[in-house]
């Protein structure tokens, strides 16, 4: 890194680092970083699709579907704000190069998730969030004025911390050396994505360990419902340790049923995740089993070929056929609906600092998040907080960093994530 000021810092290469990147004018040089590879983020795993307003007919219905996922402590000004703009979202990402399943007339083909009224989802196959991550991180590599680098890992804010204080950069370790530097920056954007790294059972990426809300948390930065924490309620059961993985929720909106340890159906597919997932801890507390059984038969052999190819390959590595047999599933650890406490565009408390994506919390989701809204509010929230830094006058001198404050890596680490975890489960909501 030769530069050590740029116009904006963003910590991050999900959906929501990118896509900030992306709409930043072209004149502003951004520096983005990345804990691990620049591929490695849960963006890339998301699979069942991202929502799309269909027409101002849809409009009631998908508030309203939003509203009560949340348990109607959604904020209403933001859940309206993502409706409204996912038509143009969508629009953007198609320009980007992102391909969405059609029909032969060329028309979007749209799939429905639990706790939606209608099909409002748009996919590409069972890997939506590769096909679109993979697009805006090529867009991303062709911009002359974005810079990636990997394994680098935002440890702190040069910041005058608390209320009223305002950020000037951060300071940065290079994961293969251990070293520290400081850069500085117009505004930083913390998208460093959810808190799965802190649960033993998780479908997140293991890196992902709420960094962004432990040094929000660190420097007096308001955050907001740390301990809304989503299960979701299907991940296939495996004895072996590691990142859970995740059998979509649009299996059961195309149909796929849960079944009991004697084949009998329990509960209704298609309630949200947080309904679901407790009628399954409930039927495994009756049944004395450490998993239900999800038959994917039902949705069709076209069809689990065509839209699920993923998901068969990985149970059949895993020994089971889910043309022939029903899988075990689980719930565990999926998504983040606190986080840092963010506006409308992305601001949080701290002049000049800015949150999107996972690690924020905008209202949206309010208690529980609607299935395929978080790719769709990422890249909103993401796109708006461009617009917003943008407008920002140039930073002044920042503070010097105090590199031996950070020399005990590990503890420092330790510390983050206990602060975070305490916060998460204090009511690990639906757990
Ligand atoms: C298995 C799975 C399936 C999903 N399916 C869907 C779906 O179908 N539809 C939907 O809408 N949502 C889905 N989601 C949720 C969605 O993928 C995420 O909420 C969204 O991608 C979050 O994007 P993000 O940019 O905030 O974070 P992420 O994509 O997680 O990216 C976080 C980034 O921050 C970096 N980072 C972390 N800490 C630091 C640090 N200290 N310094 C520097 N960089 C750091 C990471 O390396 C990574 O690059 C799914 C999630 C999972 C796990």
Not at 217 to 239: A, M, R
């Amino acid at each position: 890194m030769a530069e050590k000021r740029y116009g904006v810092l963003i910590a991050g290469t999900g959906v929501a680092g990118l896509c900030c990147a992306l709409s930043l004018p072209r004149e502003t040089s951004v520096l983005l970083v990345s804990k691990a590879k620049a591929d490695e983020s849960d963006s890339f795993l998301a699979q069942g699709g991202i929502c799309m307003l269909r027409g101002p007919e849809d409009f009631a219905g998908y508030f309203e579907d939003t509203m009560r996922a949340g348990h109607y402590e959604n904020d209403e000004a933001a859940v309206r704000l993502m409706i409204e703009s996912s038509p143009a979202m969508i629009e953007s990402l198609v320009r980007y190069g992102v391909e969405f399943a059609r029909d032969d007339a060329g028309r979007f083909r749209f799939t429905r998730e639990g706790g939606h009224s209608r099909p409002r989802i748009l996919f590409h196959g069972d890997v939506t969030g590769k096909a679109i991550t993979s697009c805006l991180l090529e867009r991303v590599r062709e911009l002359p004025n974005a810079v990636i680098a990997e394994e680098t890992e935002l440890v702190d804010l040069l910041c005058t911390p608390g209320r009223g204080g305002e950020c000037f950069g951060g300071v940065l370790r290079d994961n293969a050396t251990g070293a520290l530097s400081a850069v500085y920056a117009d505004a930083v954007l913390l998208a460093t994505g959810g808190v799965g790294g802190l649960f033993e059972n998780s479908t997140n990426f293991r890196h992902l360990t709420g960094d962004g809300v432990a040094i929000a948390l660190k420097n007096g930065v308001e955050v907001e419902h740390l301990d809304y924490v989503q299960i979701h309620p299907t991940t296939f059961y495996s004895e072996k340790g590691g990142r859970r993985f995740l059998i979509s929720e649009s299996v059961r909106g195309e149909g796929a049923v849960l079944l009991d340890k004697h084949g009998r159906r329990f509960c209704n597919e298609l309630m949200p995740r947080d309904v679901v997932t407790g009628d399954i801890r409930a039927q495994m507390r009756k049944d004395g089993t450490r998993h239900v059984w999800l038959d994917m038969r039902p949705v069709g052999a076209a069809t689990l070929r065509e839209h699920f190819p993923t998901i068969c390959a990985h149970c059949l590595e895993e020994g089971y056929d889910v043309f022939k047999d029903p899988i075990p599933v689980v719930p565990a650890q999926h998504y983040f609906m606190g986080g840092i406490k963010v506006d409308l565009d992305g601001r949080t408390s701290m002049r000049r600092l800015f949150a999107a994506g996972e690690t924020a919390c905008n209202g949206v989701h309010g208690k529980n998040r609607l299935a395929s809204n978080s790719l769709l509010e990422s890249l909103i929230w993401a796109r708006r907080a461009a617009a917003a830094m943008a407008q920002l006058p140039a930073a002044g001198e920042g503070p010097a960093p105090d590199f031996a404050a950070y020399g005990d890596y590990a503890a420092l680490k330790q510390d983050y994530a206990k602060k975070v975890r305490d916060e998460a489960e204090r009511e690990a909501y639906c757990d």
